[in-house]
């Protein structure tokens, strides 16, 4: 099975910043995509950016140019930098791993945007 460490989430005010960070551990033989999803109070899970195991990244629209995904291979570890947060951008923050032909999630940090 794969374990997760999530860390970052958080409170933050409006136009703050906040950098998520996902470690992936156990049987791992190989990692493919790494993302983020993240689910608001009553709303939809919604795919926020996702990054390949080459480096290719996609974003939704709601949060292109404000926020950013990486990955470090070594410690397959997934990052997400938060900028300009704005409080519609509340909600619990979900990270997950492809390996093979699986989906693996992680736990969820929660990020609150709030003056």
């Known amino acids: 099975q794969v374990q997760f460490v999530e860390s970052g989430g958080g409170l933050v005010q409006p136009g703050g910043s906040l950098r998520l960070s996902c470690a992936a551990s156990g049987s791992i033989s190989i990692i493919y995509n790494m993302g983020w999803y993240r689910q608001g109070l009553g709303k939809q899970r919604e795919l926020l950016a996702l990054?390949?195991?080459?480096?290719?990244?996609n974003y939704a629209d709601s949060v292109k140019g404000r926020f950013t995904i990486s990955r470090d291979h070594a410690s397959n570890t997934a990052y997400l930098q938060m900028n300009s947060l704005k409080p519609e951008d509340t909600a619990v923050y979900y990270c997950?791993?492809?390996?093979?032909?699986?989906?693996?999630w992680g736990q969820g940090t929660q990020v609150t945007v709030s003056s």
């Open positions: 990054i390949t195991r080459g480096g290719i990244t």
């Open positions: 997950y791993v492809d390996v093979s032909s699986r989906r693996y």
